[in-house]
C-alpha cells in the first residue's frame, strides 16, 4: 500500500525538526558567549556582594566570562522588566532580593509577575536585616532607643520605599509604639554612607552592608531581625530577645532567568551555582560578610516567592501603609 503525505505537511514537519535540533543544540553548547548578570541595585549593596562572589566563580566553571550589570532604578523594577523582557536563552540572568515580593504591593502597573515572569535557578544567601545607628546616637540597646525615640523625632534609613527592609522598620514602630520618619535610599551601599557619616541617625539594613562600618567605630548595631541569632554577630541579640517577641525577617538573594529557559541551561547552572555555594572560595567569603551560603532547588525558590507576597501583603494590610507609586 502506497501512503502519501502532503509535500506542504512533510515540509513544515522537516522545518520543524529542524529548528528543535537547532534549539538543542544551541542548549547543548551554551554558553559560547559571556553571560549578563543584573543587579537591581547600585554597587556595595547586599545583593551586589553576592552577585560579584558568585559571578567570579561561576564565569570560571562556565568558561564564560559572567559579567555583572548593576541597573538600579524604581526600587528595581527596571531591572527586572528588562529581564523577563530579554530572551530566554541563558545569557541574561538576575539576582533576585526578597524585596522582589513586594514590587506588585509597590507598583500598580507592573510589567511583570514575580510568580510567573522568571524561571528560579537557585537560592544564593541568606542574611538577617539589622537595626543600626550611628556612633553618636545615646542608645546602646533596642531599649535605649525605643525611649529615644519616644523623646524626639528620629528618622531610619533603608534601601528603599517597598523593600524588606522599610517594611521591617514600619513592623518596629507598630510593635513599639514610636514614631519614626523613613528615609529610601537608591540602594544598601548609599543607606550605609548616610549612616556611617552621621546624616541619618539609625538604619534597617542587610547585615552585610553594615558589619564593616562596625569595625570602624562609626555604626553600632543593635539588634538582628531574624528570630535567630547571626553566626557572624554572634553577640547581638535579636529583636524577639529584646522584647519584640515574634519577630523574624530575614534577607535572601536567589538567582532567577527570564521564564521559559530551557530546563537544560536552568538544570546546569542550578548544579554550578549550588556547588560554588558549598565551596570555601565562595562560602566562606559569604559568611565573613554576614551572609549564610545557601543553594536550593529552583522549586524552593519558587515557594520563597509565592509565600514571601503573600506574608507582605498581609502586612501592608495590617500596618496599612500605601506603598504605590
Not at 91 to 117: M, V
Not at 189 to 218: H, M, N
Not at 229 to 254: C, I, N
Not at 261 to 274: D, H, M, Q, W, Y
Request: contains cysteine; charged residues 15%.
Amino acid at each position: 500500500m502506497n501512503i502519501r503525505i502532503p509535500l506542504l505537511l512533510l515540509t513544515a514537519s522537516c522545518a520543524g525538526l529542524t529548528a528543535n535540533a537547532a534549539a538543542q543544540s544551541q542548549t547543548q553548547s551554551w554558553p559560547v558567549r559571556p553571560v549578563r548578570l543584573v543587579v537591581p541595585y547600585v554597587p556595595g549593596g547586599a545583593t551586589d556582594l553576592v552577585s560579584r562572589i558568585i559571578a567570579e566563580q561561576l564565569g570560571t566553571r562556565l568558561g564564560q566570562q559572567v559579567v555583572v550589570d548593576n541597573r538600579p532604578g524604581a526600587t528595581g523594577t527596571i531591572a527586572f522588566t528588562g529581564v523577563a523582557e530579554s530572551a530566554a536563552d541563558g545569557y541574561t540572568l538576575i539576582t533576585s532580593a526578597d524585596s522582589l515580593t513586594l514590587l506588585p504591593s509597590a507598583y500598580k502597573n507592573l510589567k511583570f509577575d514575580p510568580r510567573s515572569s522568571f524561571t528560579p535557578v537557585s537560592l544564593m544567601s541568606t542574611q538577617p536585616l539589622v537595626l543600626a545607628v550611628h556612633a553618636a546616637t545615646p542608645a546602646k540597646s533596642v531599649k535605649e532607643f525605643i525611649a529615644l525615640a519616644k523623646s524626639k523625632s528620629l528618622s531610619f534609613g533603608t534601601s528603599g520605599t517597598g523593600t524588606s527592609q522599610h517594611l521591617s522598620g514600619e513592623l518596629i514602630k507598630k510593635m513599639t509604639g514610636i514614631d519614626m520618619v523613613h528615609i529610601p535610599y537608591k540602594g544598601g551601599g548609599q543607606a550605609i554612607v548616610d549612616l556611617s557619616g552621621g546624616q541619618v541617625p539609625a538604619a534597617v539594613l542587610g547585615s552585610s552592608t553594615v558589619i564593616p562600618q562596625t569595625k570602624t567605630g562609626r555604626v553600632r548595631i543593635l539588634a538582628v531581625t531574624s528570630k535567630n541569632r547571626s553566626a557572624a554577630l554572634p553577640e547581638v541579640p535579636t529583636l524577639d530577645e529584646s522584647g519584640l517577641k515574634g519577630f523574624d525577617v530575614y534577607q535572601w538573594t536567589a538567582m532567577l532567568a527570564p521564564a521559559k529557559t530551557p530546563k537544560a541551561i536552568i538544570s546546569r547552572l542550578n548544579g554550578e551555582v549550588t556547588t560554588i555555594l558549598k565551596q570555601p572560595a565562595a562560602s566562606e567569603r559569604l559568611q565573613a560578610a554576614g551572609f549564610e551560603s545557601r543553594g536550593s532547588t529552583p522549586d524552593y525558590v519558587a515557594g520563597l516567592i509565592r509565600d514571601g507576597m503573600a506574608r507582605w501583603q498581609k502586612l501592608i494590610a495590617e500596618l496599612k501603609l500605601e506603598l504605590q507609586q
